[in-house]
């Protein structure tokens, strides 16, 4: 359905107003109502060509011709590619005539131009400018004749396009992409957008927005032309990347309780967070700070025994989530930057591995240098190699409290890890078990009536190793989004799939909470991940650590609404 809307100001009025040419003019010149300056391509100032357009629409008498319908042949370069439906116009032509005269060009004049048009029929005498419709029309009611205005002076290119599309854009008979592709072949002849919009009398808003539309992929016209796909959604979708607007609109289709304003604003959220992460690698490297891209192909498998446990400062460089009275960065510190989702993390590595015996006791807690040039950093206690590294000087006490620090904060790391893992395969456990309807119900509701806003496509991967349903198998060249091809997939799995499938993503969103921010090892849990943590002790098999107890002490009355308590358990 076309979109409903006028002409602007002056070109509205030129457009109706009778005389805006003479009737005397000769073909092939260019007619110019008095006051007209500004010429368009193609020797005719864009006021001339509304004016020609009136003067075509409402001539005198002398203008006027009768020939065969026959003889004539639409435009091939006619913005409208469909006429539509001519019953009702076919009926009134056969009651009682063409009224209107079709505005034409003589052949010769319209092949002047383009040599190689191929018209229909291939002998026609004259081609259509305007009254496309009623030239359908009467030949679908049989009129042998038809009135007609020869227009050469409209003939050229620029000229031609022009006046269909205006003619189109006056009677509104355009579909937006018609309007897009007619304002893209101006654009395409060095037209502006403020020349377009000048020469149709259409706002310079509009016009850009039209000939934004001719970004969009072809599954996404479709559903355009179709009605499926707005034009307020269509723009909003091309706030994206071009690479990202068929996925973006699929994901949309599939998730339609986000709608395509919730799905663009995402992306976006997460389009920035990377820039903002490419900005901080730059600013580091400028600071002087190695970077890495992968931990684990950096570090191999053991690579969380690298990771430095606390904040650091860089100077000059604005830091995600530090604390301004944080240390300064050690030199032989290493910086990884992640984005997850609309959010930037910085963490911080050495090549100096950490080894323990035993997660969260601190027992064998060493630091052993990686390759040459991997002993920087604090050297522990009772060694060598520093200034007052045996003297009893001052920094020596110094540095002693600054490596028990650092060795607390790696242990409590440590056991955080150790409990992350632990309660990664409590989780596995919950789904892939008997999974009670009603503890489903209550996993879900808490996540949809706590976190209304959960962003599957940063957990699905790790509910699908816990649903036993690889993400791997939909990452093919034949799936364009393979989240959302998997989420599709489990939802038509069957009930007991699609429950174990709802409470994984779920419980993964919450994991992914849990493990998120600076403090990440030591702030205080919400009333929610206190009722998750207990959940997965219930029900789960999982074993409580000592500052799970702590944490969830801190939390009076979190147990409300959560499974039944269970002795051994903290309420």
């Known amino acids: 359905?076309?979109?409903?809307?006028?002409?602007?100001?002056?070109?509205?009025?030129?457009?109706?107003?009778?005389?805006?040419?003479?009737?005397?003019?000769?073909?092939?010149?260019?007619?110019?109502?008095?006051?007209?300056?500004?010429?368009?391509?193609?020797?005719?100032?864009?006021?001339?060509?509304?004016?020609?357009?009136?003067?075509?629409?409402?001539?005198?008498?002398?203008?006027?011709?009768?020939?065969?319908?026959?003889?004539?042949?639409?435009?091939?370069?006619?913005?409208?590619?469909?006429?539509?439906?001519?019953?009702?116009?076919?009926?009134?032509?056969?009651?009682?005539?063409?009224?209107?005269?079709?505005v034409v060009v003589t052949r010769a004049a319209y092949l002047a131009t383009r040599p190689d048009a191929v018209l229909d029929p291939a002998d026609a005498e004259w081609i259509v400018l305007i009254g496309h419709r009623r030239r359908a029309g009467a030949l679908h009611a049989g009129v042998a004749t038809v009135p007609i205005i020869v227009r050469d002076d409209l003939a050229d290119v620029d000229n031609a396009l022009i006046t269909m599309l205006v003619e189109n854009l006056q009677r509104q008979d355009l579909s937006p992409m018609e309007e897009a592709a007619a304002f893209g072949r101006l654009r395409e002849r060095g037209w502006s957008e403020r020349k377009i919009a000048t020469g149709t009398g259409v706002s310079p808003g509009q016009v850009h927005k039209r000939l934004s539309l001719l970004r969009l992929p072809a599954k996404l016209v479709t559903a355009l032309t179709a009605g499926d796909l707005t034009i307020a959604d269509a723009l909003r979708l091309l706030e994206l990347p071009d690479d990202e607007l068929s996925s973006a609109w699929a994901q949309a289709t599939k998730e339609n309780w986000r709608g395509v304003r919730g799905v663009v604003e995402s992306r976006l959220a997460t389009l920035r967070a990377r820039e903002r992460a490419e900005q901080l690698r730059?600013?580091?490297?400028?600071?002087?700070?190695?970077?890495?891209?992968?931990?684990?192909?950096?570090?191999?498998?053991?690579?969380?025994?690298?990771?430095?446990?606390?904040?650091?400062?860089?100077?000059?460089?604005?830091?995600?989530?530090?604390?301004?009275?944080?240390?300064?960065?050690?030199d032989d510190?290493?910086?990884?930057?992640?984005?997850?989702?609309?959010?930037?993390?910085?963490?911080?590595?050495?090549?100096?591995?950490?080894?323990?015996?035993?997660?969260?006791?601190?027992?064998?807690?060493?630091?052993?240098?990686?390759?040459?040039?991997?002993?920087?950093?604090?050297?522990?206690?009772?060694?060598?190699?520093?200034?007052?590294?045996?003297?009893?000087?001052?920094?020596?006490?110094?540095?002693?409290?600054?490596?028990?620090?650092?060795?607390?904060?790696?242990?409590?790391?440590?056991?955080?890890?150790?409990?992350?893992?632990?309660?990664?395969?409590?989780?596995?456990?919950?789904?892939?078990?008997?999974?009670?309807?009603?503890?489903?119900?209550?996993?879900?509701?808490?996540?949809l009536l706590v976190d209304h806003s959960v962003e599957p496509y940063e957990v699905v991967d790790r509910a699908a190793e816990w649903v036993g349903a690889p993400l791997a198998e939909f990452d093919r060249d034949d799936i364009e989004d393979p989240i959302s091809a998997w989420l599709e997939a489990q939802a038509g799995a069957g009930r007991l799939p699609v429950r174990r499938a709802a409470v994984a993503v779920a419980?993964?969103?919450?994991?992914?909470?849990?493990?998120?921010?600076?403090?990440?090892?030591?702030?205080?849990?919400?009333?929610?991940?206190?009722?998750?943590?207990?959940?997965?002790?219930?029900?789960?098999?999982?074993?409580?650590?000592?500052?799970?107890?702590?944490?969830?002490?801190?939390?009076?009355?979190?147990?409300?609404?959560?499974?039944p308590h269970v002795e051994g358990t903290p309420r």
């Open 1 to 102: 359905m076309a979109t409903k809307r006028g002409l602007q100001g002056a070109a509205a009025a030129r457009i109706g107003r009778r005389g805006g040419a003479s009737p005397a003019t000769a073909p092939g010149e260019a007619r110019t109502p008095a006051g007209g300056d500004g010429a368009s391509a193609g020797g005719a100032p864009a006021a001339g060509i509304l004016g020609a357009i009136a003067a075509a629409v409402e001539p005198s008498g002398a203008d006027r011709v009768e020939v065969e319908v026959a003889r004539l042949a639409p435009n091939p370069e006619n913005p409208r590619g469909d006429v539509g439906d001519v019953t009702e116009i076919a009926a009134s032509i056969a009651e009682a005539g063409v009224l209107q005269p079709l």
């Open 282 to 330: 730059a600013a580091l490297t400028t600071a002087g700070i190695e970077l890495i891209d992968d931990p684990e192909t950096e570090f191999g498998a053991q690579y969380w025994h690298h990771k430095l446990t606390r904040d650091y400062t860089v100077p000059g460089v604005e830091l995600p989530d530090t604390a301004q009275d944080a240390p300064a960065a050690p």
């Open 333 to 447: 510190a290493l910086a990884h930057v992640a984005t997850y989702g609309p959010n930037v993390r910085l963490t911080w590595y050495t090549r100096q591995l950490r080894e323990h015996t035993s997660p969260g006791t601190g027992e064998g807690d060493n630091f052993v240098p990686v390759g040459p040039g991997a002993s920087g950093g604090s050297t522990p206690a009772g060694t060598t190699g520093g200034p007052g590294g045996a003297t009893g000087e001052p920094d020596d006490e110094q540095a002693r409290e600054r490596e028990e620090q650092r060795r607390a904060e790696q242990r409590r790391a440590d056991a955080a890890r150790a409990a992350a893992d632990a309660r990664d395969s409590a989780c596995a456990r919950l789904v892939t078990g008997q999974l009670d309807p009603e503890l489903a119900v209550e996993i879900l509701a808490d996540t």
């Open 507 to 563: 419980l993964a969103e919450i994991e992914n909470a849990l493990g998120w921010g600076a403090t990440w090892t030591t702030r205080a849990w919400t009333a929610r991940e206190c009722r998750h943590v207990r959940r997965l002790a219930v029900h789960a098999g999982y074993d409580l650590t000592p500052d799970d107890e702590r944490r969830l002490g801190t939390q009076e009355g979190a147990s409300s609404g959560s499974a």
